[in-house]
Structures are given as C-alpha cells and as structure tokens.
C-alpha cells in the first residue's frame, strides 16, 4: 500500500508539473535557416524553458518546447549572420558560423551572443540590432505580459516577428521588414555586400549620445514625461510600420506595446519568424 502510494504521489507531482508549464512554439517561416535563442533574466526569477538557450532552426520547420508557469523577464529572439538580395527576396547568405570554436557574439552578424551556439546563461543577451519577443507569464492571478519589440532602449530589428497565442488575446507582431527601407543613419550592420542586416534604434546608433539622451530616455529623460515618443528620433517609422509592437522605452502609453492575457486561460504561444505578411 506505501508503495501504492508513493506512486500516486509521484504521478499526481508529475501532474502538476505538466499542468504548470505552457507550451511555447518558435516557428522559422522564413525561406533560410535561424538561430533562434533563450535568455531569462536569473536577478529576476529562477524558472527557465525546457530548451537550449540557442538551436539551428532550417526554414519552414518548428520546435516546440515548455515553458514554466512563473517564467519572468525571458525573452526570445533570431540570430542571422547576413543576406543578399536575389530577385528582390531578402535570403541568408550564410548561417551563423559556430564552427570554428568562437563562443562570442561575432559569430552572428546580427542577434549574436555570448556563448557560442548556446546563449550564456548570465550574459548571453543578444546584442542589438535584434527583433526581440518578451514574456513575464502571470503568476498569483497577475496577467501574462508579452511584447514584440522591434525597438526599446537598446534594441534595433533584424528580422520580422509576430507573437500568437491560443486564447484570442491580442497578437502582438512587427511584420514589416523594417531593414529594407531602413533610415540611413540606422542602417548597420552591413554584410560583406555593404548591404544592411539590421536597423538600429536612434540610442543604439548613438544618434543624441548615450547618458544624458531624449533617444535613450536616459539622464535628464529617464521619465515618462521627460521622454516622450515626439523627442524620440525615427519613433515614427518604427511604430508606424509596427503599431502593435514595443518601439521605445517609455511606448506603453501607446497603447498598443505592451500587451496581456489572462493567466488563468494558461495560453500557449507561438514566435513566427517571417509571418507571411512580411
């Protein structure tokens, strides 16, 4: 009977467990290969999603993982090493190059990272310009919480994007190639062609400086009044091109940035790489 019963303490956890975690679904809908990859925020919650922090993802394939209840501060996003243009489609001219040993963020032209194919568990953010999608799922009765960010503080676009869910919440998405009209001045990096792979953001480029700057929302602008979207460089063709999508710091007041769903619906997610209307 205590055998009996520990069984059914076990497969009731187990239950738990599964019941606990949402399935998350990234899907390369792009006609080139991906990087996509996983960083949690460890200062902020200790849950992480059952997947490598960075995998190879051939075009038109998926991977599906879980990803825990209380999983905070995460965020997913593509690592791509360059393109060139053929009969007027953006392809990938090369996958990112994790052959030769190098573990640093060079080894993408745009979204790499520290660590090689696999993020760094601490460090391994991916370095701008990069298409983000960002969660906190709602733990005791709070919301999920989950944007697709083309541009913030730090982060530019390199590749279209759009976050789906199963509940008919709303979408959050930027499907627009934001780099193939990209501003000049935040047009980089470039690949071997001299043609651009990704769009910085105003404050990426270092278009007003970094410390003290209206485009970073930094200094004297660290507030939302003091940093409104109007004072923020190139705001426009960010937001314009991706009105349901995070473009700066402060872009809440939109909105249409940041948006939520009801944690007890338990949504499941999909990321679409290239959604068709890109």
């Keep these: ?31 080139y290969t991906i990087w996509p990859a996983i960083f949690t ?28 209840d209380n999983w905070v501060s995460g965020r997913i996003w593509c690592r791509l090493r360059g393109y060139h243009i053929v009969a007027q489609l953006v392809q ?10 190098a573990t640093g963020p060079e080894t993408c032209l745009t979204g790499g990272c520290n660590g ?8 391994g953010t991916g370095i701008p310009p990069a298409t983000l999608a960002e969660f906190t799922l709602g733990i005791n009765g709070a919301a999920d919480s989950y944007d697709d960010t083309p541009v913030s503080v730090v982060d530019g676009h390199n590749i ?32 071997a062609n001299n043609k651009a792979v990704g769009c910085k953001t105003a404050c990426s480029a270092g278009l007003s400086g ?12 660290s507030s939302p009044a003091a940093c409104p979207s109007s004072g923020v ?12 999508a995070y473009a700066y710091a402060f872009d809440e007041s939109s ?10 619906l338990k949504a499941d997610y999909t990321i679409t790489f290239c959604p068709s209307s890109s």
């Design 255 to 264: 909105g249409t940035a940041l948006w939520s769903c009801d944690s007890s």
């Design 1 to 31: 009977m205590l055998l009996i019963g520990a069984s059914i303490a076990v497969a009731s956890s187990l239950a738990s467990t599964v019941a606990a975690a949402r399935t998350f679904t990234v899907f390369n809908q792009c006609n």
């Design 160 to 191: 279209p994007m759009r976050i789906d869910n199963t509940k008919r919440c709303p979408v959050a998405d930027c499907p627009v190639d934001l780099v193939a009209k990209c501003p000049g001045p935040l047009a980089s990096p470039m690949d």
């Design 233 to 244: 460089q190139y705001y426009s063709y960010f937001k314009g091109n991706c009105p349901n």
């Design 210 to 221: 970094y410390v003290n700057s209206p485009d970073c929302c930094s200094g004297n602008f």
């Design 92 to 101: 990938a001219r090369h996958g990112c190059d994790f052959s030769n040993g």
């Design 116 to 123: 090689g194919l696999e993020c760094d568990a601490h460090t």
């Design 41 to 68: 925020d460890l200062n902020v919650g200790s849950a992480v999603p059952d997947q490598a922090r960075g995998w190879e993802l051939p075009a038109s394939e998926s991977t599906v993982f879980q990803v825990p």
